[in-house]
């Protein structure tokens, strides 16, 4: 059973509109959620969450953890078409070096 | 700084094949990992370490070996390819305080038909 769970898995809008997309999780140990963007090559790191409720933001992205409901959402407003990519959600676990637990991503494709 | 480097880019091999992906960063991180990314799915964690002289299974390590001779090197070695080892193979690396911000290398696509 999947860790890390994306949704949707893909998404398909127009240039200026906002978008949310959702990331929920069920590990043993938490420590934080990333969010990754990844085009066309490798995942580069867009944020780490620990705390519930407390928006960390980057331009049009924002991205807010919700520790109770164990989920996390990334918002992206005014949506262009260099947003189009891969997000990836991942899952730190307490006591690991052993890297990050990734969701499957959800594919955004912004149209013009 | 060139940051996390891979080879080679592509690779195809037949069954039964051997292969070693390269990785070195300049970085000098001591935490350094291996990824496999499959069509549609996130990526999974084949192997870790930690420093050299130490490496420690990931999620899915069958089918593969890794060694970790100095701190810049990570190579993967896959001994006798099977078609289910076919994927986009990521190395990453990060400090050890920092396993949430990992930096990742361009990857390998390998085909094994």
């Known amino acids: 059973e999947d860790k890390v769970v994306q949704s949707p898995l893909s998404l398909v809008v127009h240039e200026g509109d906002t978008v949310t997309l959702n990331c929920s999780y069920e590990?043993?140990?938490?420590?934080?959620l990333l969010w990754y963007k990844q085009e066309k090559k490798a995942p580069t790191f867009l944020f780490m969450l620990?705390?519930?409720?407390i928006e960390k933001k980057s331009g049009r992205l924002s991205s807010i953890l919700d520790k109770k409901e164990l989920s996390s959402i990334l918002n992206i407003t005014a949506t262009q078409t260099g947003d189009s990519a891969i997000y990836l959600c991942?899952?730190?676990?307490?006591?690991?070096?052993?890297?990050?637990?990734f969701g499957k991503g959800t594919h955004l494709i912004i149209q013009p | 700084n060139a940051g996390v480097t891979q080879t080679p880019k592509f690779r195809i091999l037949k069954i039964g094949q051997s292969m070693t992906l390269q990785c070195t960063q300049d970085m000098n991180h001591n935490y350094m990992y291996w990824y496999r990314q499959d069509p549609g799915m996130g990526l999974k964690l084949i192997y870790y370490s930690v420093g050299a002289g130490i490496t420690d299974k990931g999620e899915v390590p069958n089918g593969y070996n890794v060694s970790r001779s100095t701190t810049e090197d990570f190579p993967l070695r896959l001994e006798l390819a099977a078609p289910s080892q076919t994927s986009v193979y990521f190395c990453?690396?990060?400090?050890?305080?920092?396993?949430?911000?990992?930096?990742f290398g361009p990857g390998t696509r390998l085909t094994v038909t």
């Open positions: 590990v043993t140990n938490f420590r934080s």
């Open positions: 991942a899952v730190e676990e307490k006591g690991g070096a052993d890297g990050l637990t």
């Open positions: 620990t705390s519930s409720g």
């Open positions: 990453a690396s990060s400090l050890p305080s920092r396993v949430h911000e990992q930096y």
